[in-house]
């Protein structure tokens, strides 16, 4: 017996697609019009003329000085993150101790403590250490708060581990390194796509740390940046769309490729 079509669940994908699809589209659209021909034709009409200007004049007019810059502090970020939680979240599995289970829940209370809060110490501290107006002045306060949520999502992905695969490779004689590297690392690569995707995210869309740490052109990341297109005169919004659509471009790449992973990680299913 062949199941019933549902229509109303059909249609109602159709409104969603609607919704979805028309900021799209006319984001897009606007990206190939002159200012003159978006201005006299509204947004939503399709480009007489088809343009790639507004690209052009983002990339020569220090559109991808700011894209770079985005990149290492979005590359340097993701190491740190890499290089310091799935240690951590490792001896916090491991561990039976009660001093471990204090400190995670201590660490945790980042978890709590929005940034807006810790704002102005951070400034005085990053100043004080010399990093203001400097890249990594940014990248050092973003891997932090990223941090806390990485450490909670493959810490529940480590303990997924079966208990009698640690014990078969202590049995073969394995080192707790060996064990975290030939064992551990491989069944958490979900967990790993998720705080990939997910600190690529906090640096990428960073904009507080940048506009609090940062102050001159050199040091400028993209979300900064959109700000060059807004004048005393008005806003040119082909070129602001354009800028918007090549800052979305790696993060998109980024979660088409670990989308799968990232799912998995957040529901905690990666070890299995």
Request: proline letters at 6%.
């Amino acid at each position: 017996m062949k199941p019933r079509p549902n229509h109303l669940a059909g249609f109602g994908s159709l409104i969603w697609l609607f919704v979805v699809g028309l900021p799209l589209y006319a984001m897009l659209i606007a990206t190939f019009q002159s200012r003159a021909d978006y201005a006299a034709n509204g947004p939503l009409a399709f480009p007489e003329h088809f343009t790639l200007d507004n690209y052009v004049n983002d990339l020569d007019g220090g559109f991808a000085q700011y894209f770079l810059n985005t990149v290492v502090v979005t590359a340097a970020v993701v190491g740190i993150v890499l290089l310091l939680v799935p240690p951590l979240a490792y001896a916090i599995v491991r561990s039976d101790g009660k001093a471990t289970g204090r400190v995670f829940r201590l660490f945790l209370l980042g978890l709590a403590i929005p940034s807006q809060a810790v704002i102005v110490p951070m400034f005085y501290l990053i100043n004080e250490a010399g990093l203001y107006d400097n890249l990594l002045g940014v990248i050092l306060p973003t891997a932090a708060f990223a941090m806390p949520v990485c450490a909670l999502i493959l810490t529940g992905v480590m303990r997924d581990i079966t208990p009698e695969l640690y014990e078969a490779m202590t049995v073969d004689g394995a080192s707790p390194w060996m064990i975290f590297r030939r064992l551990v690392l491989p069944l958490s690569k979900s967990g790993l796509s998720t705080i990939v995707v997910f600190s690529s995210l906090q640096a990428w869309n960073g904009f507080l740390f940048p506009l609090v740490l940062t102050q001159s052109s050199e040091n400028k990341v993209i979300t900064m940046g959109l700000y060059d297109f807004q004048t005393e005169h008005g806003v040119d919004i082909p070129g602001l769309l354009a800028a918007v659509v090549l800052s979305m471009l790696p993060i998109l790449l980024v979660y088409l490729f670990a989308r799968r992973a990232l799912v998995q990680g957040l529901m905690g299913v990666g070890g299995k």
